[in-house]
């Protein structure tokens, strides 16, 4: 959902349509499991059955890949495009590894240190770890890209199909390292929203199905021609509708 979605709505409505993707995303309608979701507890069950399991979401975090914290590994968060890696700078200015500086900086302890700047130095370290890590796998050696663009115009149509297509495509080069990232068992979460809305309905959806349809034919194709279609389960949740909490 964008901001333009927003216009015309009061306080109370945008609380509710936020109200809405997070209770989908949380099933935990009386808050047993406070900040946790559906996704992440499934991985501690697995992860407790001596399996080793991962939760991405892509390009964004999200409750639904959230699990108790400490029980099994943390989520991660991966750009439907590539990642980031930290420091990049110019090949004459090599000589300077400002990453052992900066892990160097961060893993500093005094009298000083407290649990907050100790917290964020540690996941400030595991952030450039994962997304060089993230980065070898989703690059094209040959090309350098991380995702697909060809055929694609500037158009509002193809600018939704790029977004969806990234995305699946991300998700399926994730699942054919699985080895490599060493986890028997994944679970994935995107969104794709902008599908409130309040006028030219029928042209709106169509656009948005279309874009839909494209990345998940896009996901198909690769899941099968990568052997791991059989392997695999799709869910689509829709948030539309009340929350479960007032309807308990």
Do not use: C
């Amino acid at each position: 959902m964008t901001k333009s979605n927003y216009h015309g709505l009061t306080r109370s409505q945008l609380f509710s349509h936020n109200g809405m993707q997070h209770e989908i995303a949380k099933v935990d309608p009386y808050d047993k499991i406070v900040g946790t979701g559906i996704m992440g507890r499934a991985k501690d069950v697995l992860w407790e059955n001596g399996h080793v399991v991962n939760t991405i979401s892509i390009d964004n975090p999200s409750i639904a890949v959230e699990g108790i914290n400490g029980k099994s590994r943390p989520s991660s968060v991966v750009g439907r495009s590539g990642t980031s890696t930290f420091a990049m700078r110019p090949d004459n200015e090599a000589d300077f590894d400002i990453e052992k500086h900066a892990r160097k900086l961060n893993g500093l302890v005094d009298e000083f240190s407290g649990i907050y700047g100790d917290t964020w130095s540690q996941q400030f370290i595991t952030g450039i770890d994962e997304a060089e890590g993230s980065q070898s796998i989703l690059v094209d050696p040959e090309s350098g890209e991380s995702a697909s663009t060809n055929n694609y115009d500037n158009s509002d149509m193809d600018k939704l199909k790029i977004e969806h297509s990234q995305k699946w495509s991300t998700i399926s080069k994730l699942i054919q390292k699985r080895d490599v990232r060493k986890v028997d068992r994944d679970f994935f979460f995107t969104e794709l929203g902008k599908w409130d809305h309040h006028n030219q309905m029928k042209a709106a959806l169509r656009e948005q199905l279309h874009a839909l349809n494209d990345g998940l034919d896009t996901f198909v194709k690769e899941a099968k021609s990568g052997g791991f279609w059989d392997n695999v389960t799709l869910v689509i949740a829709s948030d539309f509708g009340r929350t479960l909490t007032p309807n308990r």
